[in-house]
């Protein structure tokens, strides 16, 4: 799984942040920092709080594009 830069508490503040901007994205933990291009999963919000949402999202150069369709 991997983590936006910013720490969104719900799906819908990433929904309207990545319309205005590109949202960067990483993965902690032996497989980061660096997300694969391609599609990755993205959870929030971060730990230590527990996990309530859950995202299908693209990834480009490390970033959701701005106006990406989140799912």
Do not use: C
Not at 6 to 15: C, Q, V
Not at 34 to 39: E, L, S, Y
């Amino acid at each position: 799984m991997a983590y936006t830069r910013h720490n969104f508490k719900t799906k819908k503040e990433l929904r309207e942040a990545v319309q205005l901007e590109d949202i960067p994205v990483y993965q902690p933990g032996p497989f980061g920092p660096d997300v694969a291009d391609g599609r990755a999963a993205i959870e929030g919000p971060h730990y230590p709080q527990p996990h309530k949402w859950y995202a299908d999202v693209p990834v480009k150069n490390g970033v959701i594009p701005k106006g990406s369709r989140i799912s």
